[in-house]
């Protein structure tokens, strides 16, 4: 007998973060960050000088990960901790999120990391937010949703969210990004991003948090 898991999958951008955090709390279970997993990959390769195709050395590098996650106060993201250092605002920046969409191509590197995201199912349950939670990480999970907004509408959430933390950029050059980054991570061979065929679809767009995650509690009551 297994703990139940939830498994919430979709592109960058589409709320999944901030409605994972307030799913776990409402549920009082685990979250896994799937996506911290890859960015922490890209992060510790360029620190310890290694090129970001150079798989042989990304998968050491995803093996031998030195990372954890300490609970903050509710609302918070978890802190995450790389050997010893705080790295939570550097593994959101665009940069590492690019760099973790290139890793994250890599089948063998997805590999080193499948049992360690696998180990986060335990009691009560976990919610598991990524791109392939429902499809190869846990794919008997009984509940399964598949979040998405538009592209121009996720480039606008990401926008205000900067603007807010005082950073100054351009709506289209943030479109354009997310746009590169969708295709690379629905186009790849490895573990594609794409519903599992059970999966529940949300489109967030023009839906507000609250109305998102009642729709996630009504999908989590089936698991
Ligand atoms: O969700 P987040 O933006 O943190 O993920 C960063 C990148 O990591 C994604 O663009 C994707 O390429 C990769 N990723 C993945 N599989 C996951 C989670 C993230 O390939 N389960």
Same mark, same amino acid.
């Not at 999944?16 to 922490?40: C, I």
């Not at 973790?100 to 349950?125: H, N």
């Not at 846990?138 to 959430?157: D, G, V």
């Given at each position: 007998?297994?703990?139940?898991?939830?498994?919430?999958?979709?592109?960058?951008?589409?709320?999944?973060?901030?409605?994972?955090?307030?799913?776990?709390?409402?549920?009082?279970?685990?979250?896994?960050?799937?996506?911290?997993?890859?960015?922490?990959?890209?992060?510790?390769?360029?620190?310890?000088?290694?090129?970001?195709?150079?798989?042989?050395?990304?998968?050491?590098?995803?093996?031998?990960?030195?990372?954890?996650?300490?609970?903050?106060?509710?609302?918070?993201?978890?802190?995450?901790?790389?050997?010893?250092?705080?790295?939570?605002?550097?593994?959101?920046?665009?940069?590492?999120?690019? +760099?973790?969409? !290139?890793? *994250?191509?890599?089948?063998?590197?997805? =590999? %080193? /990391? &499948?049992?360690?995201? #696998?180990?986060?199912?335990?009691?009560?349950?976990?919610?598991?937010?990524?791109?392939?939670?429902?499809?190869?990480?846990?794919?008997?999970?009984?509940?399964?949703?598949?979040?998405?907004?538009?592209?121009?509408?996720?480039?606008?959430?990401?926008? +205000?969210?900067? !603007?807010? *933390?005082?950073?100054?950029?351009?709506? =289209? %050059? /943030? &479109?354009?990004?997310? #746009?590169?980054?969708?295709?690379?991570?629905?186009?790849?061979?490895?573990?594609?991003?794409?519903?599992?065929?059970?999966?529940?679809?949300?489109?967030?767009?023009?839906?507000?948090?609250?109305?998102?995650?009642?729709?996630?509690?009504?999908?989590?009551?089936?698991?």
């Amino acid at each position: 007998e297994q703990a139940p898991v939830i498994t919430v999958d979709g592109p960058g951008g589409s709320g999944k973060g901030t409605v994972t955090q307030m799913l776990a709390r409402e549920l009082g279970w685990h979250l896994l960050d799937s996506g911290a997993l890859y960015r922490l990959t890209a992060l510790a390769a360029m620190r310890q000088g290694v090129a970001l195709d150079n798989e042989s050395e990304l998968v050491k590098v995803a093996a031998s990960l030195d990372v954890s996650f300490e609970p903050t106060p509710p609302g918070e993201p978890a802190r995450v901790i790389l050997a010893g250092e705080d790295v939570t605002s550097e593994i959101r920046t665009e940069t590492c999120g690019d +760099n973790a969409s !290139k890793v *994250a191509v890599i089948q063998s590197v997805r =590999d %080193a /990391l &499948l049992q360690r995201q #696998r180990d986060f199912r335990q009691y009560p349950g976990l919610v598991a937010d990524g791109r392939d939670m429902g499809t190869v990480v846990f794919p008997n999970a009984p509940a399964k949703i598949f979040l998405t907004a538009s592209a121009e509408e996720r480039a606008r959430r990401r926008y +205000n969210q900067l !603007k807010e *933390a005082g950073v100054d950029v351009n709506i =289209d %050059a /943030l &479109l354009e990004e997310i #746009r590169v980054r969708d295709e690379r991570d629905m186009n790849r061979s490895a573990a594609p991003l794409k519903p599992a065929d059970d999966a529940q679809v949300i489109d967030s767009t023009g839906l507000s948090i609250k109305e998102v995650l009642d729709r996630c509690m009504a999908v989590a009551g089936q698991a």
